[in-house]
């Protein structure tokens, strides 16, 4: 079955800075590779998705890549601000009737 | 105008009791999942429902047993509760099986003491 190893776990810039995250997948049938947020406390929300014919999505400040050769994508904040700071989880499926499998997920802090 | 409701928020009780945590949807999907977050934040799927049907049932322990009376609803029940079984369950749903965009919902924390 699908596993998504997603680094780093822990992740604190300064306000302003940019941040990176990463995730590799093990099933090349894999086509779907969303994004979600969860703020203490709250529900897990999606910020951003990309699907395997698209190698770049850019929604303001964030921005999905993916390497499908290489099987992995990545999440990148640019300008970050002290409410980015959550715990953000990659995820990866495909069409095939598996399910959603997320990464461990990246604690991102952001200090003014 | 709540999209993916659940109830309760906050469960709390003794090992070997049976509970239920309920969920409704009002987006109109056709798929509906549980979700158990451990203490280490880790999102583990348990099981999906396309339709009223059962599509994933992920290595759950059979103590563990959901149950959709329509497509809106996907309930959980969980017999003689352990100590591991604490964490938070959470329910979501997609208009369409896994490629799509899951709402989750708020969430309910289990403690089994």
């Known amino acids: 079955g699908e596993n998504v190893e997603q680094h780093p776990s822990t992740l604190s810039v300064q306000e302003g800075d940019s941040a990176v995250i990463k995730c590799t997948y093990s099933?090349?049938?894999?086509?779907?590779f969303p994004w979600y947020k969860q703020e203490l406390g709250k529900r897990p929300q999606l910020i951003i998705d990309?699907?395997?014919?698209?190698g770049e999505k850019k929604d303001q400040r964030i921005a999905v890549t993916l390497n499908k050769t290489a099987k992995h994508f990545s999440l990148h904040i640019t300008e970050t601000q002290p409410e980015d700071s959550a715990v953000y989880f990659c995820?990866?499926?495909?069409?095939?009737?598996?399910?959603?499998?997320f990464g461990k997920g990246t604690t991102l802090s952001v200090s003014s | 105008d709540t999209a993916v409701s659940q109830t309760p928020k906050y469960l709390v009780t003794q090992m070997g009791n049976d509970k239920s945590i309920k969920c409704e949807q009002n987006?109109?999907?056709?798929?509906m999942y549980w979700y158990k977050q451990d203490s280490k934040k880790f999102l583990k799927i348990m099981f999906s429902?396309?339709?009223?049907?059962?599509?994933i049932n992920e290595t759950v322990p059979n103590r563990f047993s959901p149950k959709s009376p329509d497509k809106a609803h996907l309930n959980l029940h969980i017999n003689s509760l352990e100590l591991g079984d604490s964490a938070v369950y959470f329910c979501?749903?997609?208009?369409?099986?896994?490629?799509?965009?899951?709402?989750f919902g708020p969430g309910t924390r289990l403690t089994v003491l």
């Open positions: 987006l109109g999907h056709d798929t």
């Open positions: 995820a990866a499926s495909h069409q095939a009737g598996t399910a959603l499998i």
């Open positions: 429902y396309n339709n009223k049907e059962l599509i």
């Open positions: 979501a749903s997609s208009p369409e099986f896994s490629t799509d965009t899951q709402y």
């Open positions: 099933d090349s049938a894999s086509n779907y």
């Open positions: 990309i699907r395997s014919n698209v």
